[in-house]
């Protein structure tokens, strides 16, 4: 039985954020298990380490939009509005499938 798996790669800079942030975040996913929302989530757990480069004072306001982003469209919709909003640089996606086993 095949498995199709989404990669994602998000690329950031975080002014105060170190070398932590500032690198190409790779992750994998099963698609059957992993939706916008899940994406979202596991974005904001790395991004929380990037919202001090808009500063202290503006970083509630920073995480009161991140978590209105919207998730009804597709992962591309969604890492689009994280780049057209400043959370993120650039992104890149890629879908294939695998056999069970094989992951």
């Given at each position: 039985?095949?498995?199709?798996?989404?990669?994602?790669?998000?690329?950031?800079?975080?002014k105060n954020g170190g070398e932590t942030w500032?690198?190409?975040?790779?992750?994998?996913?099963?698609?059957?298990?992993?939706?916008?929302?899940?994406?979202?989530?596991?974005?904001?757990?790395?991004?929380?380490?990037?919202?001090?480069?808009?500063?202290?004072?503006?970083?509630?306001?920073?995480?009161?939009?991140?978590?209105?982003?919207?998730?009804?469209?597709?992962?591309?919709?969604?890492?689009?509005?994280?780049?057209?909003?400043?959370?993120?640089?650039?992104?890149?996606?890629?879908s294939y499938t695998v056999a069970e086993g094989?992951?």
């Amino acid at each position: 039985m095949a498995i199709k798996v989404t990669q994602f790669t998000i690329h950031t800079s975080g002014k105060n954020g170190g070398e932590t942030w500032n690198s190409p975040y790779i992750f994998t996913r099963k698609d059957n298990n992993f939706d916008v929302e899940d994406l979202k989530a596991t974005l904001y757990v790395g991004q929380r380490l990037n919202f001090d480069h808009v500063g202290l004072k503006d970083a509630d306001a920073w995480e009161k939009k991140y978590r209105q982003a919207p998730t009804d469209g597709t992962y591309e919709d969604f890492l689009q509005w994280c780049k057209e909003n400043d959370y993120i640089d650039d992104y890149t996606t890629e879908s294939y499938t695998v056999a069970e086993g094989d992951n």
